[in-house]
C-alpha cells in the first residue's frame, strides 16, 4: 500500500530503536530470534535497515550452523553486493556499538513495530481520505472496506509469532485446555439449550459456521429462535440475531409467545385472556433483561452484514450470530453473476467472519424442492455445494407435514394428525438431522415442535 505523506512532515519512526535492534541482532542469538519474532523487514523506516534485516534473515537460512556477528554479515553482505546498500562497513559497525543492551532488544523491537503501525494508519487514513473524494465509489462499500483494513490492522498489530506454533508448546496448551474442559466444561462453546444436540455437538465452538437447512414451513426460524431464547435470555450470553425476512417485532412477538407460553395467534389477534396479559407481562420483564441484539434489515447486503457484525461484536461483545438467512443476503457479486456463484461468495464470507469475530455463526437456509417428502441431505442444499464446503456443522430439519394456510411461515401440522402434548400444548414429532459435524459424530435426534408456541422443545433426554 503506498505510503500517503502529511505535507511538510516526516512519517513517524525512531531511527535510533531501529539500529539498536540490528545491532542486537549482529550482538547475540537469543536477540535474534526475540527479534524475528516481532518484525518483519517493513516495520523498518529506513530502507538500509530494511535491506540489513533482509540479509542478516537470509544468512542465518543459508548457513544455520554459523554465528551472525559483524564479520560474517559484512562478508556476506559483500558477497551480495549490498554492502554499500546497508550503509557500508563503518555503519554496520556503529550499530553493534550504539547498543546499550542486547537483554532490550525485544523492547527496540516493540518500539519499532510500534512506529511501523502509526505509518500504517497514516496510510490506511489518506487512502480512506483519496477514496472518499472518489464518487463514483459507492459509501457503503468504501465504509465496509475502511473497517475492515482497520479490523486487519487491529489483527496484525500483536507479535508475528502468535500466528504459529511448536507442537511441544501447542500440545502443552491443548492439555491444558482439555484439563480445564474436565474440570468447568467446555467454557469456549455455546451451548445451543437442547440438551442431545449439545450432547452430539458439544455445543458451537468459536470460528464455527453452523448451518441449518429445511424446506419452507418446516420451522428453521423457530428452531433459530429457541436457540437464541435459552442463549441470550435464560443464560444471558451476548446474541446477535441478524433477520432479512422478519421483522424485529415478528421476532419479538414470537419470543414472547415461547416465554410467556401464550397461543401465537391469539397475540396476533389481539384476543388476549387476562391470564395471558399477565404470562407476557411476567416474560417481558425476563426478555428485559436478556442479551438478545436483532438486526431486522430487509435484503440486507453482505458488507452491511459484516460492518454490523463487527460493530456488535466490539459494543456488546456477542459470542453467537444467528442469520435468517442465506438466501435473501445481498452479496457484494455482480447482480449478473451466475445465483450459485453469489451464494458461494455468501458462504465464503459468513466463514471468514466466522474467524474475524471468533464466534460461531448460525445461519439458516433453504433446501432444494428435491427433498420435499423425504429427508434432506448435503445435496439439497439450495444454490451453492460452497456451502456444504464451507459449513463445519450442517443441520436439517424433517417432518412430514401439509401447509397449514392459517399458521403464519415455519408453522405446520403433521400429515398424519397424531400429535402429542406437552405442557398443554400440541406437539409435532421432528427429525433434527445432524448431517455434517467437521470435528464429530453425525445422527438423528428426534425433537418436538409446538406450532402454538412457535417453538422446539425436547421430549426426551
Request: net charge negative.
Amino acid at each position: 500500500m503506498a505510503l500517503y505523506p502529511i505535507v511538510g512532515r516526516v512519517p513517524p519512526h525512531n531511527d535510533d530503536a531501529e539500529r539498536a535492534v540490528l545491532g542486537a541482532m549482529l550482538l547475540s542469538n537469543s536477540a535474534f530470534s526475540e527479534v524475528i519474532e516481532v518484525l518483519r523487514k517493513e516495520d523498518f523506516y529506513k530502507k538500509a535497515h530494511q535491506i540489513l534485516f533482509e540479509s542478516i534473515l537470509l544468512f542465518h537460512q543459508e548457513n544455520s550452523s554459523q554465528t551472525i556477528d559483524l564479520i560474517t554479515i559484512t562478508n556476506y553482505l559483500r558477497s551480495k553486493k549490498m554492502l554499500e546498500e546497508c550503509g557500508g562497513m563503518a555503519y554496520i559497525a556503529g550499530l553493534t556499538s550504539d547498543v546499550p543492551t542486547t537483554t532490550n532488544a525485544t523492547y527496540y523491537a516493540d518500539i519499532v513495530r510500534s512506529y511501523s503501525l502509526r505509518r500504517l494508519l497514516l496510510t490506511l487514513g489518506g487512502k480512506m481520505q483519496s477514496d472518499a473524494f472518489d464518487e463514483s465509489q459507492d459509501i457503503a462499500v468504501l465504509l465496509d472496506n475502511s473497517e475492515q483494513q482497520l479490523s486487519e490492522v487491529q489483527a496484525t498489530s500483536g507479535a508475528f509469532g502468535e500466528h504459529y506454533f511448536e507442537s511441544s508448546t501447542l500440545i502443552n496448551k491443548t492439555v491444558d485446555r482439555l484439563m480445564e474442559r474436565s474440570k468447568h466444561g467446555n467454557k469456549d462453546a455455546v451451548k445451543s439449550g437442547f440438551h442431545q444436540l449439545d450432547e452430539m455437538t458439544g455445543g458451537f465452538q468459536p470460528s464455527e459456521l453452523i448451518v441449518i437447512g429445511a424446506r419452507p414451513s418446516v420451522g428453521k426460524t423457530a428452531f433459530a429462535i429457541s436457540m437464541a431464547i435459552d442463549i441470550s435470555i435464560r443464560r444471558k450470553i451476548p446474541t446477535g440475531f441478524f433477520s432479512a425476512e422478519m421483522t424485529s417485532m415478528a421476532i419479538m412477538e414470537r419470543i414472547l409467545a415461547s416465554e410467556a407460553k401464550v397461543d401465537s395467534k391469539r397475540i396476533r389477534n389481539a384476543l388476549l385472556r387476562n391470564q395471558d396479559i399477565v404470562s407476557i407481562i411476567d416474560a417481558a420483564s425476563r426478555i428485559y433483561e436478556g442479551k438478545l441484539y436483532i438486526q431486522d434489515t430487509p435484503n440486507i447486503k453482505l458488507y452491511d452484514l459484516r460492518a454490523q457484525a463487527r460493530r456488535m461484536k466490539r459494543e456488546f461483545d456477542i459470542k453467537i450470530l444467528f442469520v435468517d438467512y442465506i438466501g435473501l443476503i445481498n452479496p457484494d457479486a455482480n447482480p449478473n453473476m451466475p445465483r450459485h456463484e453469489q451464494v458461494a461468495e455468501i458462504s465464503r464470507s459468513l466463514k471468514s467472519l466466522c474467524r474475524e469475530l471468533q464466534i460461531p455463526i448460525v445461519a439458516l437456509s433453504q433446501v432444494s424442492r428435491d427433498a420435499e417428502g423425504k429427508e434432506p441431505n448435503l445435496a439439497n442444499l439450495r444454490d451453492s455445494g460452497s456451502v456444504e464446503q464451507d459449513a463445519d456443522v450442517v443441520i436439517f430439519l424433517h417432518r412430514d407435514r401439509v401447509a397449514d394456510p392459517s399458521q403464519p411461515q415455519d408453522l405446520s401440522v403433521e400429515q398424519n394428525d397424531q400429535q402429542e402434548s406437552f405442557e398443554g400444548f400440541p406437539v409435532q414429532e421432528t427429525k433434527v438431522i445432524l448431517a455434517k459435524q467437521r470435528n464429530g459424530e453425525t445422527g438423528i435426534i428426534t425433537m418436538g415442535f409446538q406450532s402454538r408456541l412457535v417453538r422446539f422443545v425436547e421430549l426426551e433426554f
